[in-house]
């Protein structure tokens, strides 16, 4: 499982900077749109994935992944990701790809 903490502000806390990335303004209702497209369907994210996949350690490269993006606060989003074994930087590609 993993969460993902985003401010859509400029700047945080120092205490806050180290676990949030500030993205600045983003489509919250463009992000849940595309999250609930790959939600819990079986496909396969090897674009999503950096280097060689090991099969032994990551599994398949088709994954079903839970993918939740919710509101946290007036300035802040959540995405929650969970699967069985994600492929290496997946995650970090796939909030990426919703940002963007």
Do not use: N
């Not at 903490?5 to 595309?34: H, I, K, N, Q």
């Not at 509101?71 to 995650?91: G, H, N, Q, T, W």
Request: net charge negative.
């Amino acid at each position: 499982r993993y969460s993902y903490r985003l401010a859509t502000v400029d700047a945080v806390s120092p205490f806050e900077a180290r676990y949030c990335w500030c993205c600045g303004a983003v489509d919250l209702a463009a992000m849940v749109a595309a999250a609930e497209s790959l939600d819990r369907r079986p496909l396969d994210f090897s674009a999503f994935a950096m280097g060689e996949h090991e099969p032994e350690y990551h599994g398949d490269l088709e994954k079903c992944v839970e993918i939740v993006v919710r509101s946290d606060a007036p300035d802040r989003i959540v995405v929650l990701l969970s699967c069985e074994r994600f492929l290496y930087k997946m995650v970090r590609r796939i909030v990426g790809a919703l940002v963007e």
